[in-house]
């Protein structure tokens, strides 16, 4: 097998590990598999609860036709590495890798990000508290100051990525990562929140203004998710 399906494939899993993956079906809003397939997670709130912030348009959209594409990809790049390697044609599995990394980890990414998010009436916006909020003050200064830090980083994205909150497996400290497309955060770090920076995300509603998309998000983020996803790591 190819140098390049080697890593892609424990990188994949690993991220789906980290993501919590792989859960009962039906779950809300987690990286679920029936029969080895990936699905497309529920989300526990409505499309349009997140308004004003993020519109119920955006929502359904992302939700149901930008997500759904990255689960259809996933299982259909599983289904031919699995026949390739079947035939011991890793050639041709070796050539899924890119496809595999993309859409795999555009479905770990989403499926993180819908569990990052509340309405603002209910578990939305704010500041952590906790052991969470002790970090950030330690590792960031301030909430203040890791919110500039993850703006200006996902303001200096160019293109399509995501920008990530992350623990350092070994240290235990945080910090600030970005990765371009889909690319799933694996390695030394285990992802605790992320903000998608593809147009898909925000431009029906912000156009081209994304850094008001960028200011908007926050009041929507679910800090009990994000703090349950840190004491467990």
Not at 81 to 107: C, M, Q, R, V, W
């Amino acid at each position: 097998m190819s140098s390049t399906l080697l890593r892609t494939v424990p990188a994949l899993r690993g991220a789906l590990r980290a993501s919590g993956a792989p859960k009962a079906v039906g779950a809300m809003a987690s990286t679920s598999f029936v029969r080895g397939k990936a699905t497309l997670p529920d989300l526990a709130y409505d499309y349009g609860a997140l308004e004003p912030h993020i519109s119920g348009k955006i929502m359904e959209l992302h939700h149901t036709k930008h997500h759904q594409t990255y689960v259809n990809g996933l299982n259909s790049a599983l289904q031919t590495i699995g026949e390739a390697e079947s035939k011991g044609d890793f050639t041709k599995a070796a050539t899924i890798a890119p496809l595999l990394n993309f859409h795999g980890g555009g479905h770990i990414n989403h499926s993180l990000f819908w569990e990052n998010l509340a309405p603002a009436s209910r578990d939305g916006g704010g500041e952590p508290d906790g052991a969470l909020k002790k970090a950030i003050d330690s590792d960031f200064g301030s909430f203040d100051t890791f919110r500039s830090q993850m703006n200006t980083a996902l303001a200096g994205i160019q293109g399509s990525g995501w920008a990530w909150l992350v623990k350092d497996k070994s240290a235990g400290t945080l910090g600030l990562v970005t990765r371009a497309n889909q690319d799933p955060v694996s390695g030394p770090y285990v992802p605790l929140m992320g903000i998608d920076a593809w147009e898909h995300a925000y431009y029906l509603q912000y156009e081209n203004r994304k850094a008001e998309y960028f200011d908007a998000i926050w009041n929507v983020i679910n800090w009990k998710t994000v703090a349950s996803r840190y004491e467990k790591s």
